[in-house]
């Protein structure tokens, strides 16, 4: 009987349970957004931007000098107001003007945006020679964001040479965050190091780029899910793959990305992507409605003539920040997080508890009887 009680103590303490390694609740996303500060508002578009009809009074605004009265500036501007209205090839002659005019100064930013003008149009190859050669006149711009646009188009020209299309690893959490680490050659004490300024440099892709990109919004997913088992941030990783599914072109794309975001959500308990769907839309939302103030602001001010730069400048100068409140019945109940277990497995770690309990009380019961024995035989004596 003793020798059974211990075998059950043994397996009740050995074989594993089905517990979470961490749940989902209000905390869980809040810490995720301070070890990634913004990137749940540039998921879902909730940032300072600009509408068409800004950069369409831009191009106007700067092209009202003639050429040759234009500062580095202006032609800058000039450039990218038509990169981001669509017109790629206008942008590209506009910034090969300027440095056939300045082939020394402003060169830095000349092969930026040169580079990334090109990689907007598909012309990858070309628009990785200049993004290049930006990377080594000024390695540590914008907190050298050059360096992981040209190793994010790499990965992409890679993965397409090999039959992907979107996403570019359909299956697997490892994707942009292994190619990163092989061609940086980062030790393992530095990987997470490395991680976290690749997400900045994405970030900052979205910010100044395309923040609707399913390849930056799927290579955002794949580094935030790999900062370590402590440190990753699952919950920001699925909300990027699933904003991916609503940009990809086709049905099979957008179903690979929802494949993605719910195989991320099963690494933990407690959130059904039905929840993260809801929440992201209503985020969505909140974007889109800040964003038509914006856009309604900047077709005023351009209508009544005002200078957009002036008025922008005027009426927003603070980024916004999306809140974020927790579920209505735990704010009710008076709990900060909740751990949404299944009843199931709440009903069996009880049950396993019981079992554990049972058998040390019966263990504690057979020592003191063994005990008793010995002293009735000390005490009658040969």
């Known amino acids: 009987m003793r020798r059974t009680i211990v075998l059950l103590v043994v397996y009740v303490l050995l074989v594993p349970t089905p517990l979470p390694a961490c749940f989902w609740d209000y905390d869980t996303l809040q810490m995720e957004r301070q070890r990634f500060p ?88 070309e628009g990785l020679e200049h993004i290049q050669r930006a990377i080594e006149i000024n390695p540590k711009a914008h907190f050298g964001r050059e360096v992981y646009q040209k190793l994010l188009v ?29 061609q940086q050659q980062i030790p393992e004490a530095d990987r997470q190091a490395e991680i976290r300024k690749a997400v900045k440099g994405v970030l900052g892709m979205m910010r100044f780029g395309n923040y609707r990109s399913p390849i930056l919004l799927e290579a955002l997913g794949d580094l935030l899910l790999a900062n370590g088992e402590q440190d990753d941030s699952k919950l920001l990783a699925a909300r990027a793959y699933l904003k991916a599914s609503y940009e990809a072109p086709d049905t099979k794309a957008k179903e690979e990305y929802r494949t993605k975001a719910a195989e991320t959500l099963q690494m933990q308990f407690g959130k059904k992507l039905s929840e993260l769907e809801t929440e992201l839309q209503q985020d969505i939302k909140t974007a889109e409605e800040y964003y038509a103030r914006i856009e309604a602001d900047e077709h005023r001010w351009s209508e009544n003539g005002k200078n957009l730069d002036h008025e922008f400048n005027l009426k927003y100068y603070k980024n916004p920040t999306l809140p974020y409140a927790p579920d209505p019945e735990v704010a009710q109940s008076g709990f900060k997080a909740k751990t949404g277990l299944p009843v199931a497995q709440l009903v069996q770690r009880a049950l396993l508890y019981v079992m554990l ?26």
């Open 38 to 125: 913004y990137a749940q508002e540039l998921i879902v578009g909730h940032f300072l931007r600009h509408s068409e009809a800004y950069y369409q009074w831009r191009v106007q605004d700067r092209s009202a000098k003639p050429s040759a009265e234009r500062s580095l500036a202006d032609f800058d501007d000039l450039a990218v107001a038509y990169e981001k209205l669509g017109e790629h090839d206008r942008a590209i002659e506009v910034i090969q003007e300027k440095m056939a005019r300045w082939p020394d100064q402003g060169r830095y930013e000349s092969e930026a945006n040169l580079g990334t003008f090109l990689i907007h149009a598909g012309r990858y190859e």
């Open 154 to 182: 790499e990965y992409v020209i890679r993965q397409r040479e090999q039959g992907a299309t979107l996403p570019l690893k359909p299956r697997g959490n490892n994707g942009f965050t292994a190619f990163v680490l092989e």
């Open 357 to 382: 309990a049972g058998a040390v009380v019966l263990l504690i019961v057979l020592r003191i009887s063994r005990n008793r024995r010995r002293r009735l035989v000390t005490d009658q004596g040969p």
